[in-house]
Nanobody, 116 residues
Framework: QVQLVESGGGLVQSGGSLRLSCVAS??????????MSWYRQAPGKERELVAS??NYADSVKGRFTISRDNAKNTVYLQMNSLKPEDTAVYYC?????????????WGRGTQVTVSS
């Protein structure tokens, strides 16, 4: 079982930066085997993939960077040149799939609000 806790959200002005963190804990997994991703969901919209591995949503390419520190069981999302359209709850996801085992864990989310 994997538990994920996000942090680093908050209120920032347009053009500013934030770094989100997600720490994984629990048992029955090896962190290096997990695919870690960031999603976000704005009010009235469906949850969308923001970044995973080297893949980014078109709306954030060139502004956001995903990275991980396996020694700390942590994945980061560096968010630069933030826009009001980036306002959403950001969720961390951990995924692993084999023939018999599936892990698909979500954090509770962290709010990012970008003001004009």
């Amino acid at each position: 079982q994997v538990q994920l806790v996000e942090s680093g959200g908050g209120l920032v002005q347009s053009g500013g930066s934030l770094r989100l963190s997600c720490v994984a804990s629990g048992s029955g997994f090896t962190f290096t085997y997990l695919t870690m991703s960031w999603y976000r969901q704005a009010p009235g919209k469906e949850r969308e993939l923001v970044a995973s591995n080297t893949n980014y949503a078109d709306s954030v390419k060139g502004r956001f960077t995903i990275s991980r520190d396996n020694a700390k069981n942590t994945v980061y999302l560096q968010m630069n040149s933030l826009k009001p359209e980036d306002t959403a709850v950001y969720y961390c996801n951990a995924h692993f799939r084999s023939s018999f085992v599936t892990i698909n864990a979500w954090g509770r989310g962290t709010q990012v609000t970008v003001s004009s």
